[in-house]
């Protein structure tokens, strides 16, 4: 496991701290070297040092060798487009009940957040498919990707996915679309069984239109969430919430994939009316 | 993989849920049956039907046939402690880069949430060590990652972690106690240089203290956050946040092993002193 | 000024507070006693007391004297729906720019929460007038309000609203109601130019129907806020948030009343669309 | 009442607002102009039109003229500190029972935003002593409340309020300082019997420090909160919390003041130590 190295070596993607913690990942090629404002460090000086070491560049400034968490893997991607929070990214992984060998598809691809947590968690026995219209936004994603290391886990797929998913069977769905109530006929295709489906959408009439219809489809356990994350300032006798904090991201929908045609709460009127309550 | 199948077979864990969204996660045995108020459903009907199917109950009630999500599954956990919630579980693994193939140590062991989300995640390459030093909780928790079919993955130690850990090379360390200041000795030695460290304390003078000590020590990158989840009520026509609502779990503090002793920001006067902002 | 009195008379609304700080409010008055499990305090003997002071009653239990702050009075109205709790009471009067000589109109009158803030704010050189169809609502806040003594700055009306309001210069108004883009119109012509207007109303369907309204009309400077209060334990040494709170009450929208018939942002297409934001 | 008048006039306080909802708060004055890049309105031209209405610049801007809230005075006040948000000045309010007629102190002085609040509130009836030993920020703040017609119900006091009030039976007093815990006793001698204290600091250090300092004390019914608003987008079509919102402005610490020298609550062993749950 590279995790488990003890010390960087060349093809590692490592992660340059400065003392005031700016941050910075590289993948550590031979003859190559890292250039800031803090001078150089070059990287056949770097490999063979422990993870966790300090290192001086050229003008005699301390950096430390780390290596990038899934929270830095993603607050680094390059983006064309808004990305998927690592506070969303979390929650999503454990709503759709992502791990090891599942198969998950998702669409639109975006900058690929998202597609990076999913294929770092199903790991090599499991798969990514990953749908977008947009061929220049998927280069994106593929280049970030292959830069950390997990192009082997995802095929992409560039299609308009009201033509449907190749997948039949996949364990869950995830759509970050502007109009996800569009495709759930296409996404309840792609699902297995009893399958995990999640969305996002930022304002509240996508989460009406997006609820409306999953309650008049073969879905079940409708939920809507959202995530505030709060970060604090960190001096010993001086800790306080930041003043200024990410209010909104996105509200997380999700329901799970039905055998029968219609939903359990399909009336609106009567006692079952109030069963989503 | 056991999230691929596509119908229930004997030894699944499976998920019931009722018109009204009550759930229930049993392992389907030959011979066995589930039963409540709804009335009784034999094993030996569920094994073969397809997930997501309406099944009924020798009373013809409805329940539905599903499997559980990573959220599901520590929402049931047998407990006798206060456990980690779902929305910090996600958030953990992220900023502990927790992945498949990676070695984690947690301490204390708890009713088994966080061991459940990190076996899980770590998958058949890695491996979660988890240390209690109660015999009673570390039982519960053995009895919960094997009902969800995880033991395989954790090895189970009975230790006050004073002591010290037997891992010398951790990628991530993980304390949920009520005063883990006290073995940041302990757990630097366990990990491996960069390696993740993160803490979960309930009330603002524990992160006082947790803060003071991760200061004076090998640490970089000292991080105070929490997270807030916000539920909705789902009737289409009438979307609404939950009146009542979770207000606090704890807060999360996380931090990087360094391999030089003392911190880079451990003077508290003069520049560095602005640092951590 | 009875705030500024230093010991408590007859008429006075006292507030008694037990060690584990159960709270009751009461009128004091000659011969009447207050009786709970924690035993009898006799008025007479609670006149003249000042207040702060340490009382027994004749089991010996301690019961403390205090003035009842405007948070006391409105989480002890007697109430038969649903009241707009203190932190939003607070905002409104500062978003509605409320203030000793204004004139406010509200509509339905509840059980009189925000009627008590507005009356005790606009003081006796100022005035609200209240509508409600439903007598009985308004029997009740009508005693809320004696109860608390403020009943002279109110004015009651049974009405609905849909045939307007007597007012046609008030500074500001307030609707609590399901459907407030309905009596939009009327609310206009019960304000002078400039004037206030505001309403809560709980879910975000109402939100889209209030907004969409506001901006065909005559308002400008529509917001849409929501409050959300955080308590905290408060044992020293062991500070920390509630686990539990309050996770929603309403959503506010305010605007302003203006004098020709449009809104400067009616048209959605264009330029102007963005200027909302 | 200022606040009834129908039309503009001389010597009013009136906002002028552009269509991109910039808002500017001036003085009508006699000969006098508003000039921005919007262009120049004459206030000789702005007196006598009605609040609402809509005016034009000498470059055919539109301009529309209202009346500002107590939330936008706060606002548009002159600074060199940080001020108290309105979220926090309404709640503060309605917690310490501000109302007209009362007398209440305050210290320190800083812009004057609470000082403005509590002027407006306790009108021509009550009173604000407001406690500064910074000259330079008083004077801010005096002009902050001459501008907005409050001047008269405040007494100003430059002075190390370690040497005491002045005041002696204070309804109300808030301490918004560094180190309010060094300042308790001197507030206990200012206010009544039963009289309601509060402050607002931005640290957990503080919190638990002055929390520890009222349980010592005259105190009783200690609380700590804190206040979070939540902005929206109000574009009908895409309505939608705002991406940034301020995270933590300050939290807020309340108590009564007691007649006998110690809380109720003094004792930290045994029974009494949980009461303040």
Do not use: C
Not at 20 to 42: A, C, K, M, S, W
Not at 170 to 190: M, S, T
């Amino acid at each position: 496991m590279v995790e488990a190295a003890q010390t960087a070596a060349f093809g590692d993607t490592v992660m340059f701290v400065s003392k005031d913690r700016n941050t910075y990942i590289r993948v550590l090629e031979p003859g190559g070297q890292f250039q800031t404002h803090y001078g150089v460090v070059r990287y056949d000086d770097v490999a063979g040092q422990p993870y966790g070491a300090r290192l001086q560049t050229h003008l005699g400034k301390d950096l430390w060798l780390l290596t990038p968490s899934t929270d830095d893997l993603v607050r680094h991607l390059r983006r064309e487009s808004q990305i998927i929070y690592p506070k969303d990214l979390g929650y999503i992984l454990i709503k759709l009940g992502v791990r090891p060998g599942a198969t998950v598809v998702e669409a639109g691809t975006g900058s690929g957040a998202l597609t990076l947590a999913l294929a770092m968690t199903v790991g090599e026995t499991g798969h990514v498919y990953s749908y977008d219209r947009r061929a220049d936004m998927q280069h994106i994603a593929q280049a970030n990707l292959a830069a950390a290391g997990l192009a082997g886990q995802v095929t992409w797929i560039q299609r308009d996915i009201l033509d449907g998913f190749d997948a039949h069977n996949a364990d869950a769905l995830f759509l970050d679309l502007p109009n996800p109530w569009d495709y759930l006929e296409q996404a309840r295709a792609a699902l297995r069984g009893g399958g995990f489906f999640g969305s996002i959408v930022p304002t509240i009439n996508q989460v009406e239109a997006l609820t409306e219809a999953l309650y008049r489809g073969p879905w079940f356990m409708v939920e809507i969430e959202e995530l505030l994350l709060r970060g604090y300032k960190t001096i010993p006798q001086r800790i306080r919430p930041d003043e200024q904090m990410v209010g909104h991201t996105g509200y997380l929908l999700f329901a799970r994939a039905l055998v029968e045609p219609t939903s359990p709460v399909a009336s609106r009127e009567g006692k079952e009316n109030i069963v989503p309550d």
